[in-house]
């Protein structure tokens, strides 16, 4: 029974972890070769594009 249930929170945790990837998953919202666009023509980097090119990879 115990096996069980240490399944069951594995799934739980498995579950809650891809909810808050999900929340905080920037990169389908960004277009990539924009942003490399925008860093080559000297544009200024603020703000959600800056995020974007720090935790693009």
Request: no cysteine.
């Amino acid at each position: 029974m115990e096996n069980n249930s240490q399944q069951t929170f594995s799934e739980i945790v498995k579950q809650i972890k891809q909810f808050i990837v999900g929340i905080f998953d920037i990169s389908r919202d960004s277009d990539k070769s924009a942003t490399i666009d925008e860093i080559k023509s000297g544009i200024y980097m603020k703000g959600a594009s800056a995020w974007v090119l720090i935790f693009q990879y």
